[in-house]
């Protein structure tokens, strides 16, 4: 088996070359192994069951690493981890995003769902912002540009009642959001005073009502107006006066409420 520029030659005992075919083979000459696909090495990058392998521009295989990287594989790039294709995969490099399909090649100029690739592979939003997360973080992409997005937070307030609670809602623009909750205030108590009840003026017991809604939070009961009531003693009739009667007055206002005759 001689090598003669990129091709394999395979020789009989006698010298003389024979029909053998080497395709989708490894041909060992010497310290050096190369692929073999129809007789001719491949050189450079070449992926082999799924793993990319270093063949350099002179076809001899190498072990070299490759990891966490976008490479060339003839007019194809691929992303690769430890020399395996990761398939089905958005990754962010060199401030671009690309997405890599089933088959773990990049995709160029075309749509995937809703989104768009150009003919260098990277995303391109089509004029607006859109937000993408690759490896659990979030990425803003504006035209084919991409960064990591920072959080801007617009807050709404509903402010919480006396009995009900209020909440904040903080919104991002790439529509993270979140709601913390304002407790309910409890009512402020403020103190209805008593009212002393008159001879003839209904009073009023202390009441207890809320300065911020106004709900009535112990209810002012009524006294009823009256009289303190004093007995004037009936005086019994003499020969010479003339007697009187029983009678009542209010020893609070002097008013008579029973008169003597």
């Known amino acids: 088996t001689r090598l003669v520029g990129d091709r394999f030659y395979s020789f009989g005992p006698d010298g003389k070359q024979d029909k053998t075919d080497f395709d989708h083979q490894y041909v060992t000459v010497g310290n050096d192994q190369y692929y073999v696909i129809n007789n001719i090495i491949v050189k450079n990058y070449f992926i082999i069951n799924g793993e990319v392998i270093d063949f350099g521009s002179d076809g001899k295989k190498r072990d070299t690493v490759i990891n966490n990287k976008i490479i060339p594989v003839g007019d194809r790039k691929y992303y690769v981890v430890n020399n395996i294709i990761i398939i089905n995969i958005f990754v962010f490099s060199d401030g671009h995003i690309y997405r890599f399909g089933s088959?773990?090649?990049?995709?160029?100029?075309?749509?995937?769902g809703n989104y768009v690739f150009g003919s260098d592979g990277a995303m391109n939003s089509s004029g607006k912002t859109i937000y993408v997360e690759v490896d659990k973080t979030l990425y803003e992409v504006s035209g084919s540009a991409a960064k990591k997005h920072e959080h801007k937070y617009s807050s709404e307030t509903v402010e919480p009642t006396c009995t009900e609670d209020g909440h904040t809602t903080n919104t991002c623009d790439c529509g993270d959001s979140n709601t913390k909750k304002i407790p309910?205030?409890?009512?402020?108590?403020?103190?209805?005073?008593?009212?002393?009840?008159?001879?003839?003026t209904d009073g009023k017991t202390e009441?207890?009502?809320?300065?911020?809604?106004?709900?009535t939070l112990v209810e002012q009961k009524t006294i009823p107006a009256h009289h303190t009531e004093v007995v004037d003693p009936a005086v019994a009739a003499t020969c010479e006066k003339a007697g009187k009667t029983e009678g009542k007055h209010c020893s609070a206002c002097g008013k008579t409420l029973v008169e003597q005759t």
């Open 184 to 200: 309910a205030k409890g009512h402020t108590e403020a103190t209805l005073p008593a009212v002393k009840e008159t001879c003839t």
């Open 103 to 112: 088959d773990g090649a990049m995709l160029v100029s075309t749509k995937d």
């Open 207 to 215: 009441g207890k009502y809320c300065s911020e809604c106004n709900k």
